[in-house]
């Protein structure tokens, strides 16, 4: 049975960091295109960023490049996403999703995703 649980979210102060982790069980995740995912209160889940079953090429909305850093512990069959420099605005749930077709991280639609974790709350205020 295919798992993704997050987990690392929390409240942190306009210019703090978290890592958030996505823990997959049920199957190997470096075989698939894994997702980052937000939906902030009162807006739709968008996509944040994402990281490539072919090659580890890593994909970000224009809102984070340069703050958060997705990566890959094949051994841990974990992904992270380091998120730096964090503002009011990012504060939403952090969701990560799989599937098993290739080349979801081109678009991160989520409507291109099947499986979701159950997510996790991230606030940043002062």
């Known amino acids: 049975q295919v798992q993704l649980v997050e987990s690392g979210g929390g409240s942190v102060q306009p210019g703090g960091s978290l890592r958030l982790s996505c823990t997959a069980s049920?199957?190997?995740?470096?075989?698939?295109?894994i997702g980052w995912f937000r939906r902030a209160p009162g807006r739709e889940r968008g996509g944040v960023s994402c990281?490539?079953?072919?090659?580890?090429?890593?994909y970000y909305a224009d809102s984070v490049k340069g703050r958060f850093t997705i990566s890959r512990d094949n051994a841990k069959n974990t992904v992270y996403l380091q998120i730096n420099s964090l503002k009011p605005e990012d504060t939403a749930v952090y969701y990560c999703?799989?599937?098993?077709?290739?080349?979801?991280?081109?678009?991160?639609?989520?409507?291109?995703?099947?499986?979701w974790g159950q997510g996790t709350q991230v606030t940043v205020s002062s």
């Open positions: 999703a799989t599937d098993p077709k290739q080349g979801t991280c081109f678009t991160m639609h989520p409507q291109d995703y099947e499986f």
């Open positions: 049920g199957f190997t995740l470096d075989n698939y295109d």
């Open positions: 990281i490539n079953s072919v090659d580890g090429s890593t």
